[in-house]
């Protein structure tokens, strides 16, 4: 159980892959891939990794601009395969489970806002055992993608929390953005798809390198 210095947040949202889930390696291979699978260059690792949390549209018409209809359903669709090959072996980071747990019982709202889609998040909730820890998700199929603040201010009515109140922890640049564009707080995790200078430079209130690191910075300040 944590034990926690005075409150100062209500709700806690966590970006999923890359901050819950060690998934950023099959996610990077699989955009590769794809590209390669359509006839397009592959692109580099730091620009596969960098589109990761972003909707799949806006990541693939990134790393392939330019792209008719008919290919971005192709490119999409080898992203899919690739991707959904690898997916039952993603494994949670070590102590994600535990983290969750102890701050639900600690009263804090949960909340998931992710680039996947409803039923990607749903099936992996569930392979996960996770399927009833949050009190509200949101994700790119339903409104708009991050950096766009729509999932945190779509999660923060639903829950009738305010910006200053709500902390948003994630992995990479768009989910600080989206933190920022919504008016909340964030915590940058630096072991998932962006490096700890560039997350450094959005300026969030910690950035942290285990979810050990994290648990305490919540401890903490949380």
Sequence with gaps: MLELAPRRFRLVVFDWDGTLVDSTVL??????????????????????RYVIGLGLADALAHVAPGL???????LAA????????????????GGAA?????????GFLLGVATGKTR????RA???????GRFHA????????PKPHPDMLLALMARLGVAPRETLMVGDTTHDLDLARNAGAHAV????????SAGLAAREPLATVHSVDELRQWLVEHG
């Design 68 to 74: 008719g209809a008919d290919e971005q359903r192709a």
């Design 119 to 122: 039923v990607g998040l749903e």
């Design 98 to 106: 535990d983290l969750l747990a102890d701050l639900d019982a600690a």
């Design 125 to 131: 909730m569930a392979s996960h055992g996770l399927a």
């Design 188 to 195: 940058a995790v630096a072991y998932g798809a962006h490096d």
């Design 27 to 48: 996610i990077a291979a699989a955009i590769r891939a794809a590209c390669v699978a359509v006839g397009r260059p592959m692109p580099s690792l730091v620009d596969a």
């Design 137 to 144: 998700t949101r994700c790119a199929d339903e409104g708009l």
């Design 78 to 93: 080898h992203y899919r395969r690739h991707y959904l090959d690898g997916e039952p072996a993603i494994p949670l980071f």
